[in-house]
């Protein structure tokens, strides 16, 4: 089944996976690269992964060992002055490599000039008087 | 009464039609609500406090005026609830923490002194996930919304009761936050309708923070039109909120009853459909929604996101690392107060370094600009999944907090972008599937439009939840 509507055809998937695109265009193309048949995951010209989103980047929880990881963990709470409930800990400390693994992600290759979103500008407290 | 439909199936826009001809009164209206609340909220829990002396004191208010001729606007008469996270002045408000279970703010918060200015009826404060991060939690000192399509299922969360009142009809319309999907789960979840307006659209001033660059006011209604007209009075510029946008308010309802010619909307199919865990259900039912847009004059064209873990790291990081900076020192001196899953959470961001979080607010800045300067140059609005999987059960989550979530909301929190979660069908078990339609920055009106007519057109709205429950009005 196709429809015509709004210049878009649109035909029901064949299946769930990488390898078909559901929709079909008519009259308008699309203008944003869609993703390939490959697993190869296209989005900006600066990030380039190479797996589906489960898979991207570092995943320490395979990497390093619980022991190494609770070292650390136990480093930081000292640090933060946090004396972790016992029974609370195990909980952190996969939420810790969790953050560990997420916090990878955010090393991509940047220019040292591409600032970060929340560069203020002084007319923000010169409003508010 | 001139109606023979129930009270609370009456959309606001009616009730309002009513409340101005002289058929309808607030105080029966609120009377109606306040008897619905009593019968069902025992089970539901999704208040924490209904203010009922308050609420009359409103309704009668609200009668008098109308019947002098004195028209506050859209929601003149009409009952609201706030998230526990919203002060009100001389009403307690405990963000659902024994930290602040003896809190009685002196000041409303923006919102709150908008809803009354506006001669709203307020009916009490909803349930939260703890401080709008930890949940479902039985260890705080009330428990947790359950969902009204069925009592074993999880709300979503944080805007846990609001979702609940809203789908069980304890109130058509109720203020959520949301900072990485706290208005958008509990709508997906609970098959109500939420808007996340643009990042600065709605003051956040006396809204307790979570994360001060994610954090957005908005509400969970039962349509479309009646989260228009919530917008209409909650929205506009506070210069005291520093996140505040001085740009003119529009008429949020302006594009209702439109079609969809004319407009083109990119379907990243990928973004979601290759995700880890999620249900063929949700695949099927943003195929099927994507299907009606384009019978609706829509073009709907495929599209490709950048990948979803990339914008999860960087929400993920700024939020924790602000929940942190906000709650550090009491989770330092007085830990055992706050909940197992709150304080799992929250802890976390001890860990994160400035480096982190300084790259994470480099990435949100390229991803915002590929969403912003790229996808939504292109076309006028995104549609995408909600959720990976309908609401779970209260019996699957675990003893210790789970790290990862199965919602797809948080990109929208690092953009900023204006994003509606509407209802798309029922699993096969009976509970709520549903999308996010994505819109330019400021433009609700267009995202409104979308939503109003694929709810028109797919009838989900007529799909209410039984209950269940020993519903007496």
Redesign the interface.
């Known amino acids: 089944m196709a ?1 015509g ?4 055809i ?1 035909s ?2 064949q299946h ?1 996976g ?1 390898a078909k ?3 079909q ?1 008519a ?2 193309k ?6 390939g048949c490959s697993r190869e ?4 010209p ?2 380039r ?1 190479s797996t ?3 898979d ?2 570092v995943d320490p929880m395979s990497t390093q060992d619980d022991p190494s990881l609770e070292r650390e ?1 136990d480093m ?2 000292v640090k ?6 016992q029974d ?1 800990r ?3 400390i ?6 560990k693994r ?2 990878a ?4 290759p ?1 220019a040292a000039a ?5 560069v203020y500008t002084l007319t ?1 407290f010169v ?2 008087k | 009464m001139s109606t023979a439909r129930p009270l609370h199936e009456l959309s606001i826009a009616e009730a309002g039609r009513q409340l101005r001809s002289g058929t309808l009164s607030s105080t029966t209206l609120t009377q109606h609500l306040l008897s619905r609340i009593a019968s069902l909220d025992p089970l539901l829990h999704a208040f924490v406090l209904v203010s009922k002396e308050r609420a009359l004191a409103d309704a009668e208010r609200a009668d008098r005026e109308l019947k002098a001729g004195i028209d506050k606007g859209s929601l003149h008469g009409i009952p609201y609830a706030l998230k526990d996270i919203y002060a009100t002045a001389g009403m307690r408000t405990t963000c659902h923490s024994k930290l602040l279970i003896n809190n009685v703010p002196s000041e409303d918060s923006v919102v709150e002194a908008k809803f009354k200015a506006g001669g709203a009826v307020m009916l009490g404060k909803l349930a939260t996930h703890e401080f709008a991060l930890g949940g479902p939690s039985f260890d705080l000192p009330f428990p947790p919304a359950r969902n009204p399509w069925n009592l074993e299922h999880f709300t979503g969360g944080s805007s846990s009761g609001s979702g609940a009142a809203v789908a069980a009809g304890l109130v058509r319309t109720a203020m959520g936050s949301d900072t990485g999907g706290s208005i958008r789960g509990p709508a997906f979840y609970c098959g109500t309708v939420g808007l996340k307006p643009t990042y600065g659209r709605v003051s956040r001033r006396g809204v307790f923070p979570l994360s001060y ?1 994610l954090d957005h006011c908005g509400p969970l209604s039962w349509t479309v039109e009646d989260a228009a007209l919530t917008m209409q009075v909650i929205a506009g510029h506070d ?2 909120d ?1 996140a505040s946008a ?1 740009i003119p308010t529009p008429d949020f309802s302006s594009g209702l009853g439109q079609d ?2 004319g ?2 909307l ?2 990243p ?2 973004f979601f ?4 865990g ?1 249900s ?1 259900e949700v ?1 099927a039912s943003l ?1 099927a929604a ?2 009606q847009l ?17 914008f ?3 929400g ?2 700024i939020l ?1 690392s602000e929940a942190y900076a906000i709650h550090e020192q009491d ?2 001196t007085r ?2 107060d706050y909940g ?1 899953y709150t ?3 929250m ?2 961001g ?4 400035a480096a ?1 979080l ?9 991803l ?1 600009t ?1 969403v912003n300067g ?2 939504l140059e ?1 076309y006028h609005a995104i549609i995408t999944a909600n959720g990976l999987t309908p609401a779970p059960r209260f019996d699957e989550f675990p ?3 789970p ?2 979530m199965t919602l797809q909301t948080m990109p929208f929190n690092v953009t900023g972008n204006p994003t509606l979660a509407i209802p798309t069908g029922m699993s096969k078990s009976g509970l709520p599937l549903g999308m996010q339609i994505v819109g330019r920055a400021f433009d609700e009106p267009t995202v409104l439009r979308i939503g109003a007519a694929y709810e028109a057109a797919a009838g989900w709205i007529h799909n209410r939840p039984s209950c269940e429950l020993p519903i007496a009005v």
Not at chain 1, 5 to 8: D, I, L
Not at chain 1, 105 to 108: A, E, F
Not at chain 2, 273 to 276: H, K, Q, R, S, V
Not at chain 2, 358 to 366: C, G, N, Y
Request: proline content about 7%.
């Open positions: 429809l509507h709004g210049g878009a649109y029901p998937p769930c990488l695109h559901s929709l265009f009259v308008h699309p203008r944003v690269k869609p993703l995951t296209w989005f900006h600066s990030f992964l589906s989103s489960h991207i980047g963990f930081l709470m933060a002055g946090a004396a972790v409930p609370y195990a909980g952190i996969a939420g810790y490599g969790d953050m997420l916090t992600l955010l090393r991509q940047r591409d600032e970060t979103s929340n923000a409003r508010s | 660059t210069p005291l520093p001085d969809l010619i407009l083109t990119a379907y199919r990928s459909a290759n995700a880890e999620i063929p695949i195929d994507a299907q384009a019978k609706l004059g829509a073009a709907v064209e495929e599209a490709t996101l950048p990948n979803f873990e990339l999860n790291a960087c993920r990081v924790t989770l330092l830990p055992l197992r304080y799992q959470r802890m976390v001890a860990t994160i370094s982190d300084t790259q994470a607010f480099r990435l949100r800045r390229e915002a590929i790229q996808i292109t003893v210790d907090v790290p990862k």
